[in-house]
């Protein structure tokens, strides 16, 4: 069974600072990683996704997350924060037949301060 | 890309009473949508996944007769909350399978259901 586990349920960062929220996944196999982000009464909206070609994936908005299969990895960064990124984070996983059904990690609410 | 649409995105209904929340993929066609329930500060929690033309499986736990799932067509699923009671309050969120084969959700809107 796969899993998804994100390290920190709050991360509070100055405005222009980096952002980094940590997931690491539990998988047999390297599978289909992603990340999405929800705004307050909003739904989810995919930010980026890893689907087995270049470990560094560029996503929407600045964000960009790395796959590192040696440390089970998928942590996401923005080199700045801005104050529109303050919201509820989530990482995902799913197995590689791409019909399997996405588990999200618990979530990280990003907190950017001006 | 995918456009997922989520109706109604606030409804308040007096208990006893149902509601139907509608989901359709506006761009694309979705064999398979999920519904998910949230809670307050809390991750997702999948309820069901609907099927095109065929039942939905429900997840463990969740009450089948009281959460009616159709999907009649490749493009709505509906959500319907029976004889609605206050515990039932929460964010719902549909989502469809992509059709690119790696597996990613594109959500709708969300629907925040009060019952009184």
């Known amino acids: 069974a796969q899993s998804v586990t994100q390290l920190g349920s709050h991360v509070s960062v100055s405005e222009g600072a980096l952002v980094l929220l940590r997931c690491n996944y539990s998988?047999?196999?390297?599978?289909?990683l992603f990340w999405y982000v929800q705004y307050p009464n909003q739904g989810l909206q995919l930010l980026l996704k890893?689907?087995?070609?270049?470990?560094l994936v560029k996503g929407i908005n600045g964000f960009e997350a790395e796959f590192k299969k040696s440390e089970t990895s998928f942590h996401l960064t923005k080199p700045s924060a801005h104050m529109s990124d303050a919201a509820e984070y989530f990482c995902?996983?799913?197995?590689?037949?791409?019909?399997?059904?996405?588990?999200f990690g618990k979530g990280t609410m990003l907190l950017v301060s001006p | 890309g995918a456009v997922v649409s989520q109706h109604p995105s606030r409804v308040i209904c007096k208990s006893g009473t149902s509601v139907k929340i509608e989901c359709r993929s506006l761009?694309?066609?979705?064999?398979?949508m999920f519904w998910y329930r949230q809670f307050p500060k809390q991750s997702l929690m999948l309820m069901a996944t609907?099927?095109?033309?065929?039942?939905?499986?429900?997840e463990q736990g969740v009450e089948k007769d009281k959460f009616l799932i159709n999907h009649a067509s490749l493009t709505l699923s509906t959500l319907t909350v029976t004889s609605a009671h206050p515990e039932d309050s929460s964010f719902y969120i549909c989502?469809?399978?992509?059709?690119?084969?790696?597996?990613?959700?594109?959500f709708g809107e969300g629907s925040r259901l009060t019952v009184l």
């Open positions: 609907s099927n095109e033309g065929s039942k939905a499986t429900y």
């Open positions: 998988s047999s196999v390297p599978p289909y």
């Open positions: 995902a996983v799913s197995d590689r037949s791409g019909y399997s059904t996405l588990t």
């Open positions: 890893y689907t087995s070609a270049a470990t």
């Open positions: 989502s469809a399978r992509g059709t690119s084969g790696t597996g990613e959700l594109f």
């Open positions: 761009d694309f066609q979705a064999t398979t």
